[in-house]
């Protein structure tokens, strides 16, 4: 991403949010690497905003973890922390193994014929090679999942972990041969859920996060 792109176009948004929006996709796409320091006058020139709306976007980006205050150099891109990752990855797969089974059980016709449109699309975005279609058409997927699992009090602990999981995944989509695994273990969630098999559900859902997690591991340990 180029210094250019980053600069955002008036629109019924606000400057805020539309700042907003384009702080986490640089992030999420690396424009802005773990650990590097944000300073507030080159993000003013680059987003083509206001030195108070930068400082509002920093400090909402820290409430969701992907901006850290460093002590005497102040805000820089948030370093994911190996620990809090094990902990996002077990909810994860946790939640995620649950809606699938719930899914499998009690999804209509309907919702299953939309989950496998969504599902399409997480596919035609992995085709393209760009990491945030890839992560938005996967919020979009099982945000799908979970509501035809019917377990919207689930999904809403899902949404607040969001932002940390995507910077997450943003490292293991971005990882050396992550595209056909990734492919392969949501279609077998989605095979498992069209043929009515809970317990294969839970299972495909499950392994789909602990390869996500293993990779994980492997990239953070290696920094």
């Known amino acids: 991403?180029?210094?250019g792109t980053l600069r955002i176009e008036r629109s019924t948004k606000t400057l805020r949010n539309l700042a907003l929006e384009r702080m986490r996709d640089a992030i999420m796409e690396f424009?802005?690497?773990p650990g590097e320091r944000l300073v507030e006058r080159p993000l003013c020139d680059q987003l083509g905003v206001s030195r108070s709306v930068v400082r509002e976007v920093l400090r909402q980006l820290e409430t969701e973890g992907l901006v850290e205050m460093v002590p005497g150099h102040g805000p820089a891109v948030a370093?994911?922390?190996l620990s809090r990752t094990d902990e996002i990855y077990e909810l994860r797969a946790l939640l995620e193994g649950i809606a699938a089974r719930a899914c499998a059980q009690a999804a209509t016709d309907v919702q299953i014929a939309s989950l496998d449109r969504a599902l399409?699309?997480?596919l035609e975005a992995w085709a393209s090679s760009e990491p945030i279609k890839v992560m938005r058409a996967?919020?979009?997927f099982y945000e799908k999942l979970f509501d035809a699992a019917g377990k919207r009090i689930a999904w809403e602990v899902v949404q607040g972990l969001n932002v940390r999981v995507n910077q997450l995944r943003s490292m293991t989509i971005a990882s050396t041969n992550?595209?056909?695994p990734a492919i392969a273990e949501m279609t077998a969630i989605m095979d498992a859920i069209r043929s009515r098999n809970p317990d294969q559900a839970e299972a495909a859902a499950r392994h789909h996060v602990e390869r996500?997690?293993?990779i994980a591991q492997q990239l953070l340990r290696s920094k």
């Open 1 to 3: 991403m180029s210094d």
């Open 31 to 33: 424009h802005f690497q």
């Open 79 to 81: 370093r994911p922390d």
């Open 120 to 122: 399409r699309e997480l």
């Open 138 to 140: 996967t919020t979009k």
């Open 178 to 180: 992550r595209r056909e």
């Open 212 to 214: 996500a997690w293993s």
